[in-house]
């Protein structure tokens, strides 16, 4: 029976390990991307404004940074930042970027939004941490809540 016992304990232990080890990301543990508003301006440009959380003892640099937004469950489009962000340990650093909306379904769902003065949303954020010289890490965070949208 022991002998039974040793390649099965061995199989599952490697099992366990290696699933464990394939897609964590240990740099960016704990940071967040949340949005805190949408503004639709008078020459119809869409502005979004979101921040940058770091509950972390170290400073990150965000090289760069890529959202991809939905409210109330439809892609109303993507905001590209290529400017570095730098953020302090322990704080928050808020952002406002250019949103590019996704076509006609995305204007009647920001319009609806607009109409309602809040929204739910889902933004999924691909961010580049620079770590020294050209060495960098990209990852990929999700988020959800409400947030005010407005038309100016």
């Known amino acids: 029976m022991k002998k039974f016992l040793a390649p099965l304990f061995l199989a599952a232990w490697f099992a366990v390990f ?3 080890c394939g897609s964590s990301n240990t740099t960016t543990v704990g940071l967040q991307v949340e949005l805190t508003g949408i ?12 921040r940058v959380v770091n509950p972390n003892i170290v400073p990150y640099l965000v090289a760069q ?3 991809k937004v939905q409210l109330n469950g439809v892609v109303v489009g ?3 930042d290529k400017e570095p962000l730098a953020v302090p340990a322990q704080s ?3 952002r406002t970027s250019l949103l590019i909306l ?8 920001l ?3 607009v109409a309602a003065g809040t929204a739910s949303y889902q933004v999924e954020s691909s961010i580049l941490i ?5 060495t960098t890490d990209k990852s990929t965070l999700k988020a959800t809540g409400t947030l005010p949208v407005t038309a100016k």
């Open 18 to 20: 290696s699933s464990g």
């Open 39 to 50: 503004a639709r301006a008078s020459d119809g440009t869409t502005s979004l404004s979101w």
């Open 65 to 67: 940074s890529s959202h």
């Open 78 to 80: 993507t905001a590209n």
């Open 92 to 94: 928050r650093v808020d």
């Open 102 to 109: 996704a076509g006609t379904s995305a204007e009647h769902a």
């Open 111 to 113: 319009a609806s939004a």
């Open 130 to 134: 620079r770590l020294y010289g050209d």
